[in-house]
C-alpha cells in the first residue's frame, strides 16, 4: 500500500470540498484544544498559584483585633523534585511578603498516601522549608489524613522542632493589644475523629479562631465558635463550567467546597489549597494563598 499516496487523495478530496474542510477545521481544532487543555490542566494551573484576599466581619471580635491578617496554607502535599522544593519556598516567599500577623497551616503536608516509589518529601524537609514562615504572632498547624496516613507522630515532631506550634484537640490563648484571642486546633475528622473532645476546648465567648483540616466539622452543634477555616476538598481541584466541581471530598457536597460558607450566625472558610492528590492536576481551580482580615461586625448587621 502506498501511504503517501492515500493521505495525498485524502487531502485532495479535502480541498476540493468547503464540507470537508470545514469538518477537519473542527476537527484540528479540538484536537489542538484538547493538547492545549492537557498541558494546561497537568503542568501550568497546578505549578501556579494565587494570593488571594478574603475580608470578614465577627460579632464575637474585639476592637483591638480590628484588620488582624490571617494567612492560610493548606494540602501542601509535597514531593520531593527540586521544582516542588522550590515552588513551596517561593510560596512561603509570597506568605511573608504579605507581612501577617497569624499564619495557619491546615494539614495535609506529605504528598501521596502511599508512596511506594519513595516521591514524597520527609516531614523534616517539609518543616525546614515551613519554618521560614513568619507570623507576628506565630505559626499553628492541625494535621490532615495525609499526614496521619503517612505518620502523625514523626510530622509533628518535625513541625514543633521547627518552631510551628501542631494543635490537636488543644489551643493556644494569644494576648494582643491587651485583649485574648483563642487558637484552636481539631483532630483530624477523617482519621482521629476519636481524639475528638470539644469538653477540653476554651469558652466559645472568647474571640477565636478554630483550624480545622476538614470542613465537615462546621455543622457540629458542639462547636459553638464564630469562625473555621478548613482545607482538605481542594476546591474540588477539577472544575467544568456550568458543572462546577467535580469531586466533592467532604460528604456535604459542594456546600463546603471552597471560599466563604455562613450557617446559623456562624462562618467556615475553605480554602483551595496549594497542592494535589491522587492526580496532579488542577483545571479552573488555581491554587492559592488565603490572605483573611478580621474586623468587628458593624452593630445591627
Not at 479540538?30 to 497546578?46: N, Q
Not at 503517612?150 to 501542631?166: E, F, H
Amino acid at each position: 500500500m502506498n501511504i503517501s499516496g492515500v493521505f495525498h487523495r485524502f487531502f485532495s478530496n479535502i480541498r476540493r470540498s468547503p464540507a470537508k474542510r470545514a469538518i477537519a477545521a473542527v476537527c484540528c481544532g479540538c484536537v489542538l484544544c484538547g493538547m492545549g487543555g492537557g498541558i494546561w490542566a497537568f503542568y501550568i494551573e497546578p505549578a501556579s498559584f494565587q494570593v488571594n484576599h478574603y475580608s470578614v466581619r465577627l460579632h464575637n471580635w474585639h476592637d483591638e483585633h480590628n484588620g488582624l491578617k490571617v494567612a492560610v496554607l493548606t494540602d501542601i502535599h509535597l514531593l520531593k523534585t527540586p521544582y516542588e522544593l522550590m515552588r513551596l519556598q517561593r510560596i512561603v516567599a509570597a506568605v511573608n511578603a504579605e507581612s501577617p500577623d497569624i499564619v495557619v497551616l491546615l494539614g495535609d503536608y506529605m504528598g501521596n498516601k502511599v508512596d511506594y516509589m519513595n516521591h514524597n518529601a520527609s516531614a523534616e524537609t517539609i518543616a525546614g522549608i515551613l519554618h521560614g514562615l513568619r507570623g507576628r504572632y506565630g505559626c499553628y498547624a492541625v494535621l490532615g489524613n495525609h499526614d496521619v496516613w503517612w505518620n502523625a507522630d514523626r510530622m509533628c515532631d518535625a513541625l514543633s522542632a521547627a518552631g510551628i506550634t501542631v494543635l490537636e484537640n488543644s489551643h493556644r490563648s494569644l494576648l494582643i493589644n491587651g485583649k485574648t484571642l483563642n487558637v484552636i486546633g481539631l483532630p483530624d475528622k477523617t482519621t482521629r475523629n476519636n481524639l475528638f473532645d470539644p469538653s477540653v476546648l476554651p469558652d466559645p465567648a472568647i474571640p477565636a479562631l478554630l483550624l480545622s483540616h476538614n470542613p465537615d466539622y462546621f455543622p457540629n452543634a458542639a462547636l459553638h465558635y464564630e469562625f473555621m477555616m478548613a482545607g482538605h476538598t481542594h476546591g474540588g481541584q477539577v472544575k467544568l463550567p456550568l458543572v462546577g466541581a467535580l469531586v466533592m471530598s467532604s460528604r456535604y457536597g459542594r456546600k463546603y467546597t471552597e471560599g466563604l460558607c455562613r450557617d446559623n450566625g456562624r462562618q467556615l472558610f475553605v480554602s483551595r489549597g496549594i497542592g494535589t492528590s491522587i492526580l496532579h492536576l488542577r483545571f479552573m481551580c488555581p491554587p492559592e494563598v488565603a490572605i483573611i482580615k478580621i474586623y468587628r461586625a458593624e452593630s445591627g448587621r
